[in-house]
DNA sequence: CTGTTAGCGCATTCAA
DNA sequence: TTGAATGCGCTAACAG
């Protein structure tokens, strides 16, 4: 591996006109300019990435922390963020580090003091998140998918959880349906002050109320089994519910199976409408309406946050709280009263599974 | 931020017995390691890791490499290879780096040139990849999660595919199943070489050969609706059709509902048995029969395969071919002719969803 | 047991 | 337009 100085000696110049021709720092003579890069062809030189950040004291490292694998079941929506902000990162020339620690872990703040990682993303913040206020404190360089209470001169990308189930809960509204069903967020997740599942919480309740519509709402694990447990005794329960929202993509499979074994067509006999990608939307043999979930864009946004505000392109911190756009597919439409039925003919299904 | 040489002036000693005091790498009295210990609490001391590197020449980062977000979609259990290898390189006290690249490009070379990188571990191989041959020949660390055709001095982990699908039959033969679908990968997959859809095709059918039995192949995209399509099919083409495996974990759900519709109970009428992550399993109403794919386990030893090379624990390649354990759940039971059916009661929703 | 010194590979300041 | 020298913060000989 040919070092700045080979390629210099190689081409008959000083060190430093080597390092300029790269940097393009100062005006260099055509020729020696060949010649310089001619060497380095020759040496198949390659500048090292670490020697650079040292004299640099820039890294062009960054850091996103993965929550840990043990609390919540990583959602499809999750993933998405990871994957989109390592793009993203990419191709702003930057690197992202995948790291993983307990949501209290404070060891993150050694690593930014290293110098080694320029910057952090956080995910899964909650309401009242110690490692934002630790890096805040500190003048760290972060930026937020998600959001806390009090978010002053942080940037950040998140949901419009408020818009979102407003916008759930009128469409619903606006097909006549007067009893809506939430299938939530884990209880404890609420509890712990977990943004989204508070926020489409609160949401829910005032924009029902709003409305004069009567709202239940019932939180479980993110598995289709709890969802369609749920949903299931939602049915039984609440004769008069004709619709549902599902806010995780995990709990959509279940409650659709739910509500067909409880013998009800979906739009006819009732509506579903998932605050989730796209992509989750589509079940084998129902295409669900959603507010769609933008989960590509809050990833990349949460990089594009981060990075510029390491280049200094942007001082003001940034807020983006996303409304998601309504996309009606199959699985809303006019509200019908349900006849009697709390279990039905599908029902079978589940008991001769052996 | 405080350097090495504050501490040691505030303690009082040199630069190198600082270092050293920190590595451990010569003896040092009680008593000036107390007082460097102390200056290095009172300035709030971090080692700067890039220096550290820099002098060492080890980074202590490796990458991964993520599949083009644009190609396959990304499954679960992909995801599950990326955190459980974040994990694993964390805990060895390494960092890992999150690469999004396509396939073919060979600029990841250049970074490992750089000395950024000590190493990579490669997923969604195909069984003539071009980075394989390209890191081989110039000696680069690596790792697969996945094989190639010729393995030659590699360290790898993969599914044992042969045997996963040669179980799966043997499973459903041993039930009395003769005819047998196989519901798998996107057919341009299987040309294109991807490991995974060439050897499960070919194990499935050699296994079905082999026991006399009549199987059928049939592959989609990774979605949903497509297994549903491509299940729905098959069942309406060959009555004497009695059981699926299915290999993605995308599909499962389609399958599933597909028998279903056909009026086909399970595990009474039709069986199915998935090679995919236990995890995966759980369907709202039905827990499905597995070959366990360990998705987590082969994250974890793909990082640990890389990292035990790079610290020299591990001096020959070595190769982890994970045999799948049997889960027996719901969806597996006794064969029964099926009755003359194609469609049945359910198919009546899909039209339904207008 | 401890101190001195020379790099690691590059960016950058100061001269020329 | 170019060269020489200094230092980023640390490790690792080499002395003592």
Redesign the interface.
């Known amino acids: 591996?040919a070092t700045m100085s080979d390629v210099a000696k190689r081409a008959g110049v000083a060190l430093s006109t080597v390092s300029h021709a790269l940097s393009g720092k100062r005006p260099i003579s055509e020729e020696t300019k060949r010649r310089i890069f001619q060497a380095m062809a020759d040496l198949?030189y390659?500048?090292?990435?670490?020697?650079r950040?040292?004299a640099t004291r820039h890294?062009r490292?960054v850091a996103?922390l993965?929550p840990p694998?043990n609390s919540t079941?990583?959602l499809e929506s999750q993933?998405t963020f990871?994957?989109?902000a390592?793009?993203t990162v990419?191709q702003m020339g930057y690197?992202?580090?995948?790291?993983?620690?307990p949501a209290h872990d404070l060891e993150i703040l050694?690593?930014l003091?290293?110098?080694?990682v320029e910057g952090l993303i956080l995910m899964e913040v909650s309401l009242h998140d110690v490692r934002v206020e630790a890096l805040k404190v500190r003048g760290y360089p972060f930026s937020l998918i998600g959001r806390c209470e009090d978010n002053d001169g942080i940037s950040l990308v998140d949901l419009d959880f408020e818009d979102a189930l407003q916008q759930a809960v009128a469409h619903l509204a606006g097909l006549g349906h007067q009893t809506i069903g939430l299938v939530s967020h884990f209880p404890a997740l609420v509890d712990s002050g977990y943004g989204p599942a508070v926020r489409s919480l609160r949401s829910f309740q005032s924009a029902v109320k709003t409305l004069g519509l009567s709202g239940i709402v019932r939180g479980c694990q993110a598995?289709?089994?709890d969802?369609?447990e749920v949903a299931r005794a939602l049915l039984v329960e609440q004769p008069a519910l004709t619709a549902f929202i599902v806010v995780l993509d995990a709990h959509l499979?279940?409650v659709v199976?739910?509500v067909?074994?409880a013998g009800l067509?979906?739009?006819?006999d009732f509506s579903i409408i998932g605050v989730i990608a796209p992509?989750s939307a589509?079940?084998?043999?129902?295409?669900v309406t959603t507010l769609d979930f933008p989960a590509a864009d809050m990833g990349r946004i949460g990089a594009e946050l981060l990075i510029k505000q390491l280049t200094g392109e942007a001082i003001q911190p940034q807020q983006f709280v996303l409304r998601p756009a309504l996309t009606v597919r199959?699985?809303t439409g006019p509200a019908h009263k349900r006849e009697g039925i709390g279990s039905a003919?599908?029902g079978d299904?589940?008991e001769?599974?052996?």
């Open positions: 591996m198949d390659q500048p090292h990435a670490l020697a950040s040292l890294s490292i996103l993965l694998s079941t990583l993933f990871v994957a989109s390592a793009e990419r690197n992202l580090l995948l790291w993983t620690a050694q690593m003091q290293q110098g080694f598995t289709p089994q969802g369609y499979s279940g199976q739910a067909w074994e067509h979906i739009p006819e992509r589509h079940l084998p043999t129902l295409a199959q699985s003919k599908g299904r589940r001769s599974a052996t």
